[in-house]
């Protein structure tokens, strides 16, 4: 059953949207069917080749890779569903079955990180998802994508090569590569020095692709030159399963054998993930260009998730988690409505979005509900997963009311940048008078409502992806003393 | 004697890394990176890592050399002034390299056989190759059997990579209207590389052809055998001009291997879930699990060596298709 996604990666070729899609679907439905065994209890593991675990490569899904799973899987199934139209405007005819190839390729890389319990294995899939969102980001017509994309390609490279020596490292210490074998042979190792040097290059290398706060700089131009759905599907899903890399080695490999590493890793991500909250969110409260703000603010919301994770506890994780799932799900929304707006206006600063609601009504309110999920307003998937991040950080010890401060007085710039948006939309004059701008295309408009309408689903009834967050918290820390 | 001059090359691999980074002239940039690449694959040989070496001398010093340079015929070969600061650079490789070699302290001493890498999965290798599969070379075991999804993994990197170039650069999928400019361009007038390289060509392809189905008992396999065709095919290019090539080799037939290469080791996966075997599990091809592993592992890496060949030609022609274009 496991390595079905697989088989959907070996058909990237040559079918335009409607096999991509069906490929897409297919991956998502099996997704759904993982996380349902898991929820009944059991790990799922599945041996490669029929090897066993240390000497061939293992695959395992548990409750925090299910979770991821639903992400990514859901994610590319439903940014491909809404695609037609919008690459249908961006990518000439000819080019596009490489592009969906290529699409393909990344949602293949990107799951099989995440079912993968291989140390080396993660990274050969690392390099596939990355060198395809490479492509899907220059695919577009802008120009601009390509010195964004060149910038990206060499941090990720960086950031995989750091991943990679760090690994090595291990390697040469514990003699295995999969994880759980190295979770328990690593407590034999006697010199601790080149573990400790490992796991700094590792937590580096990741936090690089992960776009964590000061090595972020690649992130925004990235996204705001990709064309429009290429933005959706990886502002979902590209950065998170960077986190889910760093969470899952550092909390496995790491943090229960070395000695002060629990507090060295909360000494190093905690403050990252505050300035990152902090600094990305005011940037974001000044940017005019509608993509570029809502990518900053995504450097903002992946400090929300490290900062749950760098707490170490089990309500920080699940927090982490949570907000992992649910900013996907507030994120892919708007990206969703914006590439709606793009289908008609051209130019995506601000100032020329004036009075957009008047003429797409359906999408500016799809793209409010986001926004206010993103904002965490009661009865949204957002507010949910602040709400576990402030019980986190209250448990967190005498000094958790600052980071409670912190939190709040981000929604509140959050409100503020949502909230130019809308007044943007909503309020001002038209910038131009062109005619002709009606509301985007059903297939687009569908998609963006379906997601829209999943934000305050989870919001009200959060139990699946809870149930799951809690248990990969369990699952993460049961190795602790 | 050995350590000497595994020295003496490491000598040259750092003075020719600094010579990369200060020169201002491209095209002696890319010499130089060959030269890095043809010292460190002596290097890998030293360590006894032949299958590496074979690899790292026809992809790094060979393919990359030509590709890097048809690059260079686009983009001129000056590299503009750099402005700012180098000190921050500089700060952070200088860190990152007192890192590296504060962590290599504690290493095991090189060929230590109590290293922990000798102690745990390693032996199980090389005592279990012989039983499951039979053939010599325990690297190719681990490679295709053992470790065979990483090398899917790659497989996919490669092709992935294939698909980027073709993508960016906008070349059109092949069509019945693939026009050929009508004179002949390369190497033609220039007698001694024109003799020797003729000389050479069907040498190179054969001697590819025996590291791909050589790889079980020797170093070798598909990556190595699919650079090295590569090679071949890229020198007649160069002698004989681009069209020639493309008339021998054409660019349908290439994409066809690329995807075939693909298709073809993901299809033997899928083969074995159904004939009862997990993904990859090639003991299930034939009624002797060990012959269904030789099967498996000679299928794979034809797969393995179609894709690689495939996917470096193709690169190589979409920038030299780019050259005649303004």
């Known amino acids: 059953m496991l390595s079905a996604p697989l088989v959907v990666l070996l058909q990237p070729r040559g079918l335009a949207w409607a096999g991509a899609t069906a490929a897409g679907l297919v991956s998502f439905a099996i997704a759904v069917a993982l996380a349902m065994a898991v929820l009944g209890g059991e790990t799922q593991t599945y041996a490669m080749g029929g090897w066993p675990a240390p000497y061939g490569i293992a695959l395992a899904v548990d409750d925090f890779s299910a979770l991821v799973l639903l992400l990514v899987t859901g994610a590319g199934a439903a940014a491909l569903l809404a695609a037609r139209p919008s690459v249908d405007k961006q990518i000439e005819e000819e080019r596009q079955p490489l592009f969906y190839a290529a699409w393909l390729l990344g949602l293949a890389g990107l799951a099989g990180i995440v079912v993968s319990a291989d140390a080396f294995n993660i990274f050969v899939f690392m390099e596939i998802s990355s060198l395809a969102s490479y492509i899907l980001i220059a695919g577009g017509p802008d120009r601009r994508a390509l010195p964004a994309v060149f910038k990206y390609l060499i941090m990720g490279t960086i950031g995989a090569t750091f991943y990679l020596i760090g690994v090595g490292l291990v390697y040469m210490m514990t003699g295995t590569l999969n994880l759980a074998d190295m979770q328990a042979r690593i407590g034999d190792v006697v010199d601790l020095n080149p573990i400790l040097v490992a796991a700094g290059f590792i937590t580096i290398g990741l936090a690089l692709k992960a776009a964590v706060f000061p090595l972020h700089v690649w992130l925004p131009n990235a996204y705001t030159h990709a064309p429009h759905m290429v933005t959706v599907f990886l502002a979902a899903c590209a950065t998170k399963v960077a986190l889910y890399v760093l969470i899952r080695f550092d909390s496995m490999v790491f943090q229960d054998k070395l000695s002060d590493h629990v507090i060295q890793f909360a000494m190093f991500a905690m403050p990252l993930a505050v300035l990152g909250i902090l600094v990305a969110s005011a940037v974001a409260m000044f940017e005019g260009n509608l993509k570029r703000l809502l990518g900053t603010s995504s450097v903002a919301q992946i400090g929300y998730i490290l900062l749950g994770a760098s707490f170490v506890s089990q309500a920080g994780i699940t927090a982490g988690a949570m907000h992992m799932f649910n900013h996907a799900l507030a994120k892919g929304g708007l990206f969703l409505a914006v590439a709606c707006l793009a289908y008609h206006y051209r130019d995506l600063r601000l100032s020329q979005l004036g009075g957009a609601a008047a003429r797409m009504p359906w999408t500016c309110a799809a793209l409010v509900l986001c926004g206010l999920s993103l904002i965490g307003v009661p009865g949204t998937a957002g507010f949910i997963s602040k709400w576990l991040l402030i019980t986190a950080a209250l448990d967190a010890g005498p000094w958790g009311w600052t980071l409670v401060i912190v939190i709040l007085v981000s929604s509140l710039m959050a409100v503020v940048y949502v909230w130019r948006i809308v007044e943007t939309l909503y309020f001002q004059a038209p910038a131009t008078e062109e005619t002709g701008i009606v509301e985007a295309p059903l297939q687009l408009l569908l998609m963006t409502w379906l997601v829209a309408l999943l934000n305050i689903a989870f919001g009200l009834a959060p139990a699946i992806p809870l149930t799951l967050a809690e248990g990969s918290a369990a699952a993460l820390l049961g190795g602790m003393p | ?326």
């Open chain 2, 1 to 326: 004697m050995i350590y000497v001059f595994a020295l003496f090359l490491l000598t040259l691999l750092v003075i020719t890394a600094v010579a990369i980074v200060r020169t201002t002239n491209l095209f002696v940039a890319v010499m130089l990176t060959s030269i890095f690449s043809l010292l460190m694959a002596a290097n890998f040989f030293i360590l006894d890592a032949a299958d590496v070496a074979l690899t790292e001398a026809a992809v790094g010093a060979g393919v990359t050399t030509v590709i890097f340079l048809s690059a260079l015929a686009l983009a001129g070969d000056v590299e503009q002034p750099r402005l700012g600061s180098r000190l921050l650079p500089l700060g952070t490789v200088g860190v990152l390299a007192v890192l590296i070699i504060y962590a290599t302290f504690d290493k095991p001493r090189l060929g230590d056989p109590d290293a922990p890498v000798h102690q745990h999965v390693a032996p199980w290798y090389l005592e279990k190759t012989p039983e499951y599969m039979d053939i010599p070379n325990v690297v190719t075991a681990v490679l295709s059997s053992f470790r065979g999804y990483d090398t899917l993994g790659e497989v996919f990197v490669v092709f992935a990579a294939c698909i980027g170039v073709l993508f960016i650069l906008g070349v059109r999928p092949p069509g019945p209207a693939a026009e050929l400019p009508a004179e002949p361009s390369g190497l033609r007038h220039h007698l001694i590389p024109q003799v020797v390289g003729r000389l050479l060509v069907p040498f190179i392809v054969l001697f590819g052809l025996y590291v791909q189905f050589h790889g079980e008992y020797g170093p070798g396999g598909g990556f190595q055998a699919g650079a090295i065709i590569a090679t071949g095919v890229i020198l007649y290019a160069l002698l004989e001009g681009e069209a020639e090539a493309l008339r021998a080799v054409p660019r349908s037939v290439l994409l066809g291997l690329v995807v075939g290469g693909a298709l073809l080791f993901g299809a033997v996966g899928v083969v074995c879930m159904l004939m009862g075997g997990a993904f990859l599990d090639y003991s299930v091809l034939a009624a002797d699990p060990v012959f269904g592993q030789q099967m498996g592992i000679i299928v794979i890496e034809a797969g393995v060596g179609m894709a690689v060949c495939g996917a470096l030609l193709s690169i190589f022609h979409a920038f030299a298709a780019r050259e005649g274009r303004p």
